[in-house]
Every structure is written in structure tokens, then in C-alpha cells.
């Protein structure tokens, strides 16, 4: 991939001499989903796989970039320091709307660059693509322009850009999984606060397996906004009565005792499951304290149920995934895993059952839909920075 890289940068640059190279993680979220805009708490992990960049500053005020993962592809050119969000620029959008966010808030970057990237994170798989080169993109300009901006700032740089240049009205979680991953650690995140503790995934004999259902989910056209809609109409009504400032702030029992102050049946549905899938998340990362993974199991599967039912996030095609995991010998559990309406499920599989588990979940679901699933040991590393 790298060679391709550096490759492609020769052929639409020139001489890559000089040019700084980069890498940003793609992430898997075990548990809690949309809880990271309702001020819960989140578990994710960064990826092995991810995006790399190849970057080298220019004398003028124009900034190039351009995919490789995409077949004749072709470079997306803007010039500093006027930049708008245009539909033509589609996945550089991304990109230009952090260096547009960086210089919303007062930092310099008053040269261009050459900038050439490519990546192994399958697209529209709720893998976070889109958060992984955000992050990127910020990476780059702390390192090249020399800001003094940590890390988890550049992970609500990424979300800024994300809501306010690109209108995904999204949370926190996937930048700053993407920004603060760390080795064999998911990150144990309270989104009301950004506190956080690492906590190892230490699975003595199973793994995490990612299934793509390789059914394509684009959030920003999806009914995600429409969510977080509802979830915050879903808080005014308690706040009527209730002393919070999040969904998140509330335990299952103070919900269930105040949640007729909620009128619309569709807006509580989506707070019951705010509610519970952050409860559900701090059960989880006792249980795997605790080495518990079978209770971290079962909470996995309660929460596609309350995404499937009570938040309505998932499709048909990822439902029947599930499905078939949770009959399968040696399944932990099994969820949706990232925004939803499409995308991948995560699963907790015993070693011993993976090779069947593999054999069933391709020729079922196939049989089941018609599409070929892919799957993938995840592997989990470490967050964005320089590369060699």
C-alpha cells in the first residue's frame, strides 16, 4: 500500500522527496452507540487498518489533494485561505473542512501542500473513514505547520468540521477513537466530560471479528440527524421536570419513573435506548474488568435489540447478520457496530469457533440476501501520527 503511495504521489506531484508521511486508525465501537451525542458513554477501539498520507508543503497558497483508493482518480485543488464546502470536491470535503476549522480557530497555515492518500478501511462500512481521515488531515497540520494542539483537540476539530463544514451532525466518539487509540485498549470514554481510562481487551481464547454487510450507509443523507433530533426533543420534555443536561445523566429507574413527561412514543423509544445502552456500556466494561466476557456478551446483544427496536438503526441485511451469529456455537455476542443503516456488525467469537463461524456467516447470509459478507479479524492499534 505504502508503495503505491509513494508511487501515486510521484506520478500527480513529482519528486515525493521531502514529503512527511501519516497514518490515521479506522475504528470498531464494542458498545454504546449513539450515546456520544446524549452524553453517555461510548467503548471503542482504534484499528490496525486505517489511512495513511503523504504530504509535502508548497510555495504557493494552493492545497492538492487527491485518493488513490479511487480508479483515475483525479486532484482536487483550493486555494487558501477562502474555503466553502462545494459537492464537486466530494470526499475532499473532509479534509479542506478541517484545514477550514483550524483556521476558524486561529491557527496559521498560510502555505499550501501536495497531499496524496490511501487507505484499507472498506467505505461506507461504519468503520469511521470519514473520522479517520478528519483526524488525518489534523495530524498533518500539527506535525507540518508546527501548531501546539494535543490530540484530543484535534479529535473536536474533526467533529467541528464534520457538523459544521460537511452537516453530520455527528458526536465525538469516532474522532476521538480515531485521535487517542492505543494498543490492545479500547477506550472507555463519558462523552459529557471527555474523561477517559484505557481499559485492555484481554480475550484469553476468542476474538473480535468485524463483518461487513457491504450494504452502504451515506449518515449524512440518512435518518441520523432525524435522531439526534428526537433524542433532544426527548430531553426537553424530561428537563420539564428533571435537573439534567443529557440522556446520559439519567439511570434506567429515574427514567422509567419520568418518562411519560415524554408524550411522542417515538421520541421516548429513542431515549430509552440513550438510557440504557449507557448503562449498558458501564455493566460491559466492569464485566470485562471482571473478565466477565460472557455478561460483556450478553450486554452486546441487548444492545442491537434496543439499536434494532428502540433507536431504529439497523436494516434488514445487518438484522439477519446478527441473527445468524447468535445461533452459531461459540458466539459471545454479536451487535451493529457505528452509525447505523448499514455497515458492519462486531462480534466476540471462542478461537475454536471461528473458522465455522466464518463458513456460516458467509454462506447463510449470502444465501439469506444474495450479497457476499466480508470479515475481518480486528486487530487493535494504535491512534494517528507519523508513520514510517
Known amino acids: 500500500m505504502k508503495d503505491k503511495l509513494y508511487n501515486g504521489f510521484k506520478k500527480h506531484y513529482g519528486n515525493p522527496e521531502g514529503a512527511e508521511?501519516?497514518?490515521?486508525?479506522?475504528?470498531?465501537?464494542?458498545i454504546g452507540e449513539h450515546t456520544d451525542y446524549n452524553g453517555g458513554h461510548v467503548f471503542p477501539c482504534a484499528l490496525t487498518m486505517g489511512t495513511y498520507a503523504l504530504v509535502k508543503k508548497r510555495n504557493?497558497?494552493?492545497?492538492?489533494?487527491?485518493?488513490?483508493?479511487?480508479?483515475?482518480?483525479?486532484?482536487?485543488?483550493?486555494e487558501l485561505p477562502e474555503l466553502s464546502y462545494l459537492k464537486k470536491n466530494g470526499w475532499a470535503n473532509y479534509l479542506i473542512g478541517v484545514v477550514w476549522a483550524f483556521l476558524g480557530k486561529g491557527y496559521k497555515i498560510e502555505q499550501g501542500f501536495d497531499l496524496a492518500?490511501?487507505?484499507?478501511?472498506?467505505?461506507?462500512?461504519?468503520?469511521?473513514?470519514?473520522?479517520?481521515?478528519?483526524?488525518?488531515?489534523?495530524?498533518?497540520?500539527?506535525?507540518m505547520y508546527n501548531i501546539d494542539v494535543d490530540m484530543v483537540e484535534i479529535?473536536?476539530?474533526?467533529?467541528?468540521?464534520?457538523?459544521?463544514?460537511?452537516?453530520?451532525?455527528?458526536?465525538?466518539?469516532?474522532?476521538?477513537?480515531?485521535?487517542?487509540?492505543?494498543?490492545?485498549?479500547?477506550?472507555?470514554?463519558?462523552?459529557?466530560?471527555?474523561?477517559?481510562?484505557?481499559?485492555?481487551?484481554?480475550?484469553?481464547?476468542?476474538?473480535?471479528?468485524?463483518?461487513?454487510?457491504?450494504?452502504?450507509?451515506?449518515?449524512?443523507?440518512?435518518?441520523?440527524?432525524?435522531?439526534?433530533?428526537?433524542s433532544t426533543a426527548a430531553l426537553k420534555a424530561l428537563q420539564t421536570k428533571l435537573n439534567i443536561n443529557a440522556l446520559g445523566d439519567l439511570t434506567e429507574e429515574e427514567f422509567e419513573a419520568n418518562k411519560e413527561l415524554i408524550q411522542d412514543e417515538i421520541?421516548?423509544?429513542?431515549?430509552?435506548?440513550?438510557?440504557?445502552?449507557?448503562?449498558?456500556?458501564?455493566?460491559?466494561?466492569?464485566?470485562?474488568?471482571?473478565?466477565?466476557?460472557?455478561?460483556?456478551?450478553?450486554?452486546?446483544?441487548?444492545?442491537?435489540?434496543?439499536?434494532r427496536d428502540d433507536y431504529e438503526v439497523s436494516c434488514a441485511e445487518v438484522d439477519k447478520l446478527v441473527e445468524i451469529s447468535w445461533?452459531?456455537?461459540?458466539?459471545?455476542?454479536?451487535?451493529?457496530?457505528?452509525?447505523?443503516?448499514?455497515?458492519?456488525t462486531v462480534s466476540i467469537v471462542k478461537n475454536d469457533a471461528v473458522e465455522n463461524f466464518k463458513k456460516e456467516v458467509l454462506s447463510k447470509y449470502k444465501a439469506a440476501t444474495g450479497i457476499d459478507a466480508e470479515i475481518?479479524?480486528?486487530?487493535?492499534?494504535?491512534?494517528?501520527?507519523?508513520?514510517?
Open 21 to 30: 508521511l501519516f497514518f490515521s486508525p479506522g475504528r470498531v465501537n464494542l
Open 60 to 78: 504557493d497558497n494552493k492545497m492538492n489533494f487527491i485518493s488513490l483508493n479511487f480508479d483515475n482518480a483525479m486532484v482536487t485543488t483550493v
Open 117 to 143: 492518500m490511501i487507505g484499507n478501511i472498506p467505505s461506507g462500512a461504519g468503520l469511521s473513514s470519514s473520522a479517520s481521515i478528519e483526524v488525518l488531515m489534523g495530524t498533518v497540520l500539527k506535525y
Open 155 to 230: 479529535a473536536k476539530i474533526g467533529q467541528i468540521s464534520e457538523n459544521q463544514f460537511n452537516g453530520m451532525n455527528c458526536g465525538i466518539m469516532d474522532q476521538f477513537a480515531v485521535a487517542m487509540g492505543k494498543k490492545d485498549n479500547a477506550i472507555f470514554l463519558d462523552t459529557a466530560d471527555l474523561s477517559y481510562e484505557y481499559a485492555p481487551v484481554k480475550l484469553k481464547d476468542a476474538k473480535v471479528l468485524i463483518t461487513n454487510s457491504h450494504v452502504k450507509h451515506s449518515l449524512v443523507d440518512s435518518a441520523y440527524n432525524d435522531r439526534r433530533n428526537e
Open 267 to 307: 421520541q421516548r423509544k429513542r431515549a430509552k435506548h440513550a438510557v440504557y445502552e449507557n448503562q449498558r456500556t458501564i455493566k460491559a466494561v466492569a464485566a470485562l474488568k471482571n473478565d466477565d466476557i460472557e455478561t460483556f456478551g450478553k450486554l452486546m446483544n441487548a444492545s442491537h435489540v434496543s439499536l
Open 327 to 344: 445461533a452459531i456455537p461459540g458466539v459471545i455476542g454479536s451487535r451493529i457496530t457505528g452509525g447505523g443503516f448499514g455497515g458492519c
Open 376 to 388: 475481518y479479524e480486528a486487530e487493535i492499534g494504535d491512534g494517528a501520527g507519523r508513520a514510517e
